[in-house]
Nanobody, 115 residues
Framework: QVQLVESGGGLVQPGGSLRLSCAAS????????MRWYRQAPGKERVWVAS???????NYADFAKGRFTISRDNAKNTVYLQMNKLKPEDTAVYYC?????????WGQGTQVTVSS
């Protein structure tokens, strides 16, 4: 069973930064990809960013230039560095891990951008 634990959310002012972490219960190399998603109140969950096992990264248009996905293989952890945050970035952020066609989810971490 795969466990993913997100952390690092909180309240931040517009223009501020946060770094989210996703700790996996096994080597992140065992996954085909790691992803970040977010879900705002009353809206569907949307994809934010991905990092493939080979290290290739991809971003949703709203994340390009502001968010950076990275990983620490030794810690089995994936990060999402978020800069220049906007109120519309307010959401619960989820980590996902894909392996053999299955996707596993963490419990999410709340990010609130407000003055």
């Amino acid at each position: 069973q795969v466990q993913l634990v997100e952390s690092g959310g909180g309240l931040v002012q517009p223009g501020g930064s946060l770094r989210l972490s996703c700790a996996a219960s096994r080597s992140i190399f065992s996954f085909d990809a790691m992803r970040w998603y977010r879900q705002a109140p009353g809206k569907e969950r949307v994809w934010v960013a991905s990092i493939l096992s080979k290290g290739i990264t991809n971003y949703a248009d709203f994340a390009k230039g502001r968010f950076t996905i990275s990983r620490d293989n030794a810690k089995n952890t994936v990060y999402l560095q978020m800069n220049k945050l906007k109120p519309e970035d307010t959401a619960v952020y989820y980590c996902g891990a894909i392996s053999y066609g299955n996707e596993y989810w963490g419990q999410g971490t709340q990010v609130t951008v407000s003055s």
